[in-house]
């Protein structure tokens, strides 16, 4: 693919992106991404077969630009594995908490939605799910060894279940128009995961 058909697949990406944040995946036409991207209906079959290609698109997009930003938090040699993994809980409360939509998570706006009209943009959100609770995971590991952590029995589990709970969360607070289910939450994250 030349420069120029990549620049303008992102184009219809980084558009639809925006628009999605907004109105959900639903919520967006075709015309309307066509409109806002100021691209033609045939550019858009040219990179996207169907609009669930170009919705697996979106989220392959957005879950690899996540990782990135998972790894520079998560990974940070020069801070502890506790802080490691309280601060991408803080950063998820301030982002959910963003008046900004494309601040939040797509993950968190599209799960339920995308659960009944598509198996392969549900898988992307699993896959994409499992992999920030293997990093997770990691970084619970990390603490125990550095000492941050007091130690616990299935590292797996907590983070497992707290990712989880921070999903419920965004989805209450979202409901609610309110943040006292994510600073609840954070609390009680901060309280799992424990100093010695």
Not at 141 to 150: F, K, L, M, R, T
């Amino acid at each position: 693919m030349t420069q120029k058909a990549l620049n303008t697949k992102d184009h219809i990406l980084a558009t639809g992106r925006r628009l999605t944040a907004l109105h959900g995946y639903t919520g967006v036409g075709l015309s309307e991404l066509l409109k806002a991207a100021g691209v033609p209906k045939g550019s858009f079959y040219h990179y996207f077969a169907s609009k669930e290609a170009y919705g697996c698109a979106l989220l392959e997009a957005f879950v690899a630009d996540y990782k990135e930003r998972l790894g520079a938090t998560l990974a940070n040699p020069d801070i502890d594995g506790r802080t490691r993994f309280l601060n991408y809980f803080r950063d998820w409360h301030r982002r959910q908490s963003s008046g900004d939509p494309m601040d939040r998570c797509l993950v968190v706006k599209l799960s339920a939605e995308v659960a009944d009209l598509s198996t392969d943009m549900s898988a992307i959100l699993e896959q994409g799910g499992t992999a920030i609770i293997a990093q997770l995971t990691r970084t619970l590991e990390q603490g125990i060894a550095d000492g941050s952590i007091v130690p616990m029995a299935d590292p797996a589990g907590t983070a497992q279940s707290i990712y989880h709970q921070w999903l419920g969360a965004s989805l209450v607070a979202s409901l609610s128009r309110s943040n006292e289910a994510l600073t609840l939450t954070l609390a009680a994250t901060e309280a799992l995961v424990s100093q010695p």
